[in-house]
C-alpha cells in the first residue's frame, strides 16, 4: 500500500524535526509558523502552501524535495 502525499510531507516534517531533536516550537520558532499549524500539519489536519513548505525545509536544512520522498 502506497501513502498519499500528504502523509508522506507529514511525516517526514515530523522525522526530520525529531532527527534535529527539535520540539514543535522550536521548528515554528525557526521556521516563522506557528506551533498550532505545524501541529495540525503533522496530524494531518492541515497541508502547507508551497510557501510554509519550503520555511519548514529551510528550518529543518533540508532541501525541499526531501520532505516529499517516501523512505
Do not use: C, H, W
Amino acid at each position: 500500500m502506497t501513502n498519499s502525499t500528504t502523509e508522506i510531507l507529514r511525516n517526514n516534517i515530523k522525522k526530520y524535526r525529531l532527527s534535529l531533536n527539535f520540539t514543535q516550537e522550536q521548528l515554528s520558532e525557526y521556521s516563522g509558523i506557528s506551533s498550532d499549524y505545524l501541529s495540525e500539519i503533522e496530524r494531518g489536519k492541515k497541508i502547507p502552501s508551497l510557501k510554509r513548505i519550503e520555511l519548514i525545509a529551510k528550518a529543518l536544512k533540508i532541501e525541499v524535495y526531501k520532505l516529499f520522498v517516501n523512505d
